[in-house]
């Protein structure tokens, strides 16, 4: 298995391929490839992203069958089955990498500001818990001057949303706690443009904030 900085160079690198319009490699060996996945697979990086049908990680990071293992929810929110999901591909594959992935123009996101600023409501007690995974980002931001820029309010809240997700990911489980501390996973945050096709991994250093703390904490 390559490393987690290999593995986000590579999905940096497939970006790129994609938002240049490139033909990959990996469009011609993708029926010679499957057969080999059928008893076996080694994903190199965990997507945790929004299922909105216009950022599909696998196009989105120009990568083949086998090579990303995702998993998609309204709001790319963490909820216990996404944590155990990450938690079976980090220990059963050894997959070092975990992305969450925002996008710009969420509609979980939209959705969960209208419902704070009294806009709208929420329609069902299942869309209720969507919506309240990712309030406590909003709220923080509603406290702030971005409540009178609607547009910028939702742009800060998609990324206020992705850093919470990632920071649920790298403190709410036992599990990926010691795959953290013991440097065998790391954790990003990232946000795919829907107008450039580029994702923007600006959430990055928590990984590495994170393992520093603890440095100085077993220091102490």
Request: one cysteine or more; charged letters at 20%; hydrophobic letters at 40%.
């Amino acid at each position: 298995m390559i490393t987690a900085q290999e593995a986000l160079a590579r999905l940096k690198e497939g970006n790129a391929r994609f938002v240049k319009n490139l033909n990959s490699e990996y469009a011609t060996v993708l029926h010679t490839k499957r057969p080999e996945l059928v008893e076996v697979q080694a994903p190199l990086a965990i997507v945790l992203g929004c299922s909105d049908a216009r950022v599909p990680a696998e196009l989105v990071f120009d990568q083949g069958l086998g090579d990303l293992f995702v998993i998609r929810v309204a709001g790319n929110v963490v909820a216990p089955s996404g944590i155990g999901s990450v938690e079976f591909a980090a220990l059963s594959f050894g997959t070092p990498l975990v992305v969450v992935l925002g996008h710009s123009s969420c509609g979980a996101i939209s959705a969960t500001v209208d419902v704070l600023t009294g806009n709208s409501k929420i329609p069902s007690q299942n869309l209720h818990s969507i919506v309240k995974r990712i309030r406590p980002a909003v709220e923080t931001l509603l406290c702030t001057e971005l409540r009178h820029d609607h547009k910028a309010l939702i742009e800060q809240s998609v990324r206020a949303n992705v850093r919470s997700s990632v920071e649920h990911l790298s403190s709410g489980s036992p599990t990926l706690e010691k795959l953290i501390s013991e440097g065998k996973l790391m954790v990003v945050g990232a946000e795919y443009s829907l107008e450039t096709g580029e994702v923007d991994f600006f959430y990055e250093d928590y990984w590495e904030r994170t393992r520093n703390l603890e440095a100085e904490s077993n220091a102490e």
